[in-house]
């Protein structure tokens, strides 16, 4: 049983940047995909992007490609994403989840565990 915490959410003016912070416990940290959602009020959750159990693949929604990345520590247990140019459009509940998987994925529906999720809010 994985579980998953995130923290470094917060209130940002456009513009500006935060990083996401989701440490794992419970588990073997470096047989899991990794992978980050966000759910606005009023939207279905939907996915950001996604890492690889070795960190060297990464995939991204086309909404923040360029802007965020994501990375991870296996070491710490850890995996983070960098949110850069933030706009109003990226406010929402940011969640971390985890998969047993040996191959990264976007389907929420393939993620075993997932954290209580950490606010994101971004003003004009």
């Known amino acids: 049983q994985v579980q998953l915490v995130e923290s470094g959410g917060g209130l940002v003016q456009a513009g500006g940047s935060l990083r996401l912070s989701c440490a794992a416990s419970?588990?073997?940290?470096?047989?899991?995909?990794m992978g980050w959602f966000r759910q606005a009020p009023g939207k279905e959750r939907e996915f950001v992007s996604t890492?690889?159990?070795?960190?060297?693949?990464?995939l991204y929604a086309d909404s923040v490609k360029g802007r965020f990345a994501i990375s991870r520590d296996n070491a710490k247990n850890t995996v983070y994403l960098q949110l850069n140019s933030l706009n109003p459009e990226d406010t929402a509940v940011y969640y971390c989840a985890a998969a047993r998987l040996k191959i990264r994925t976007s389907r929420p529906d393939e993620y075993a565990y997932w954290g209580q999720g950490t606010q994101v809010t971004v003003s004009p």
């Open positions: 419970g588990g073997t940290f470096s047989n899991h995909v």
């Open positions: 890492i690889s159990r070795s960190g060297g693949s990464t």
